[in-house]
Nanobody
Framework: QVQLVESGGGLVQAGGSLRLSCAAS????????MGWYRQAPGEQRELVAR???????NYADSVKGRFTISRDNAKNTVYLQMNSLKPEDTAVYYC????????????WGQGTQVTVSS
C-alpha cells in the first residue's frame, strides 16, 4: 500500500523557515518524480517544487531562491526547505509522487498546514 505522510508544518513568523518532510512507503522513490503542491483557502492547488527521478529540480516562480526541494532515496523521504517565508506562503502543503515513466500513476499525502504570520 502506497502511503505518503507529510510533516514539519506549523506556525512561523514572516522571514522564518520551515522544513517539510514527506515519508513514503510502498514505493521506491528512485522510480518517481516527487513534488510539493500547496493549496490556500479558495485557491487552486499549485505546484511549488518538484524533483525528478534523475534529481533535477524546478520551482514555481513565487518560491525560487527561497525554497529547496531535495530527496533521500535511502530514507524514501522528500524534503522542502522553506526560507524567507511570506504570509502568501500560507497553505496546506501536499506531497505528490508520479511514476517517472507512467505518470498517471500518482499518489498524494494528506497535507500539512503551513501558516506564516506577518
Amino acid at each position: 500500500q502506497v502511503q505518503l505522510v507529510e510533516s514539519g508544518g506549523g506556525l512561523v513568523q514572516a522571514g522564518g523557515s520551515l522544513r517539510l518532510s514527506c515519508a513514503a512507503s510502498g514505493i521506491n522513490l528512485s522510480f518517481n518524480d516527487m513534488g510539493w503542491y500547496r493549496q490556500a483557502p479558495g485557491e487552486q492547488r499549485e505546484l511549488v517544487a518538484r524533483i525528478t527521478y534523475g534529481g533535477s529540480a524546478n520551482y514555481a516562480d513565487s518560491v525560487k531562491g527561497r525554497f529547496t526541494i531535495s530527496r533521500d532515496n535511502a530514507k524514501n523521504t522528500v524534503y522542502l526547505q522553506m526560507n524567507s517565508l511570506k504570509p502568501e506562503d500560507t497553505a496546506v502543503y501536499y506531497c505528490n509522487r508520479k511514476h517517472y515513466r507512467f505518470r498517471s500513476i500518482e499518489s498524494w499525502g494528506q497535507g500539512t498546514q503551513v501558516t506564516v504570520s506577518s
